[in-house]
């Protein structure tokens, strides 16, 4: 007899139960009618694209004041941090085998290319030593950097950037920095922690890097910019092999900083080098 009640109450419970979801007495779907649910959609509607419209025009109200060739904030022009090519911190080969330092020339041959004779000589010829100011034009000039200018480095008359003969060449640059202007005579100079000093050449000599290739206009005002190139060459010797080298490379004689204790690549890079043969 319990079983009836209980199969009658379950019963009730199921079709009470059905009903909050649909009740076909009222025609209210979950508890509303069709009409008011309705009703609420299209408030949503009306309300996202509401939404949606106000974002699109305060976008766009943005965008109307920016300018593609100068960019809007400048309060503070930072310090450029220097990097090296090859793309790595810890170069490692074996002067005897190509395989093992294929893909550091590869690097560099590739980061080359833009600095091409020909490609430069389309670039203007500018004046060392004097900063390259035009800020009147729309479109900025680039100042002509050969690669041929990086001589026992560039690659062209040693293809193998010296990698072959354990005296490889190490390709410095600083990174973009719009509206830089590098006071003074900016130089790099390398160092190999070491007790006798490694022989070192720099390409342009002294590791000079002219005023003539600054300010830096950005991306869009100034397409063609390359960045000037600083190539250094590690005239290791037979005792020099087998060692872990570490070599700092800074930029000096400017107001560029090169010493500050938080970032370690802010106007200088360490890396470390292992030859082998
Ligand atoms: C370097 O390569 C040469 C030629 O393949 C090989 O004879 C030599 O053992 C290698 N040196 C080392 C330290 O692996
Ligand atoms: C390069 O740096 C070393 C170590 O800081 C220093 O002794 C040397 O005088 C520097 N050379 C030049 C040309 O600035």
Not at 59 to 65: A, D, F, K, N
Not at 109 to 116: A, V
Not at 121 to 128: G, T, V, Y
């Amino acid at each position: 007899m319990a079983s009836t009640e209980d199969k009658a109450a379950s019963k009730e419970n199921t079709s009470s139960w059905k009903d909050s979801i649909y009740n076909p007495r009222t025609g209210e779907l979950l508890g509303r009618t069709a009409s008011s649910w309705a009703l609420i959609l299209l408030f949503y509607l009306v309300f996202y694209c509401f939404l949606a419209g106000m974002f699109a025009l305060t976008m766009w109200v943005m965008l109307l004041t920016l300018d593609d060739y100068v960019p809007r904030y400048k309060d503070r022009i930072p310090h450029p941090g220097l990097v090296i090519r090859p793309n790595t911190l810890d170069i490692s080969f074996n002067k005897s085998d190509s395989t093992k330092y294929d893909q550091y020339v590869q690097q560099l041959g590739k980061f080359l290319n833009s600095y091409d004779d020909t490609v430069q000589e389309k670039n203007e010829n500018c004046n060392p030593g004097e900063y390259n100011l035009q800020d009147g034009e729309m479109t900025k000039k680039v100042c002509r950097f050969k690669r041929s200018t990086l001589s026992r480095c560039s690659g062209l008359t040693d293809t193998n950037f010296g990698y072959h003969d354990g005296k490889p060449c190490i390709l410095l640059k600083m990174n973009r920095i719009i509206g830089l202007k590098p006071s003074g005579d900016p130089y790099i100079n390398c160092t190999v922690k070491k007790d006798n000093p490694v022989q070192m050449q720099y390409f342009p000599s002294e590791g000079r890097i002219d005023k003539m290739y600054f300010p830096y206009y950005g991306k869009k005002a100034h397409e063609l910019y390359v960045q000037p190139l600083v190539a250094v060459k590690l005239l290791l010797t037979k005792e020099d092999y087998n060692k872990e080298l570490s070599v700092e490379c800074r930029v000096e004689g400017s107001n560029l900083r090169n010493n500050d204790e938080r970032d370690k690549f802010l106007g200088r890079v360490t890396f470390r080098i292992k030859v082998v043969e």
